[in-house]
T-cell receptor
Framework: GAVVSQHPSRVICKSGTSVKIECRSL??????MFWYRQFPKQSLMLMAT?????????EQGVEKDKFLINHASLTLSTLTVTSAHPEDSSFYIC??????????????FGDGTRLSIL | DAKTTQPPSMDCAEGRAANLPCNHS???????VYWYRQIHSQGPQYIIH???NNETNEMASLIITEDRKSSTLILPHATLRDTAVYYC????????????FGTGTKLQVIP
């Protein structure tokens, strides 16, 4: 089945550091990927839609200059948390749809990245 | 996309069937119902989806009411590894649509 891979699985770094998270579709091409954030004991919150070859679309309240998204190829999207602070500590998850646009196939999720800012 | 409502938590004895309900009373004719689960500190895992017919796969069964306003996910023989948060989502099979997650149901399987 379709596999979405995230790297790294866990990051611990100092406040002020920029952190890059990668999301790869391993056995399919993904023109669109999604980035979610999840705080403890809360549901997933959509942050942005990543579009290959064009700018990402951010949800209301998500700072685009804070969370930089690059989708340079059909199998890779990256999320960079710039100048991270403790309040950015969270579980970040990406997803993508395999198959042709317009079908009913489910999106598949990566295993997430646990980001801890000290 | 239609909004869904689920009970916040449920318990189930190990080996028994777990029946997880989902209300989607505003669902439109072409919207599919999808179920995912999230085990602690992992990404969501796809379970099953359907439009109006009941569906079954190796993981679970999905029962959708005739009016499509609600559905039930059935785990026939729950194990401790089924302890997770289960999410019910509805969406059109149109484009690469973003979906919104509700709060889901926390299923606790009890030994």
């Amino acid at each position: 089945g379709a596999v979405v891979s995230q790297h790294p699985s866990r990051v611990i770094c100092k406040s002020g550091t920029s952190v890059k998270i990668e999301c790869r579709s391993l056995d399919f091409q993904a023109t669109t990927m999604f980035w979610y954030r999840q705080f403890p004991k809360q549901s997933l919150m959509l942050m942005a839609t990543s579009n290959e070859g064009s700018k990402a679309t951010y949800e209301q309240g998500v700072e685009k200059d804070k969370f930089l998204i690059n989708h340079a190829s059909l199998t890779l999207s990256t999320l960079t948390v710039t100048s991270a602070h403790p309040e950015d500590s969270s579980f970040y998850i990406c997803s993508a749809y395999p198959g042709q646009e317009g079908n009913n196939q489910p999106q598949h999720f990566g295993d997430g990245t646990r980001l801890s800012i000290l | 996309d239609a909004k869904t409502t689920q009970p916040p938590s449920m318990d189930c004895a190990e080996g028994r069937a777990a029946n997880l309900p989902c209300n989607h009373s505003t669902i439109s004719g072409n919207e599919y119902v999808y179920w995912y689960r999230q085990i602690h500190s992992q990404g969501p895992q796809y379970i099953i989806h359907g439009l109006k017919n009941n569906e079954t796969n190796e993981m679970a069964s999905l029962i959708i009411t005739e009016d499509r306003k609600s559905s039930t996910l059935i785990l026939p023989h729950a194990t401790l590894r089924d302890t997770a948060v289960y999410y019910c989502i509805v969406r059109f099979p149109r484009g690469y649509q973003k979906v919104t997650f509700g709060t889901g149901t926390k299923l606790q399987v009890i030994p």
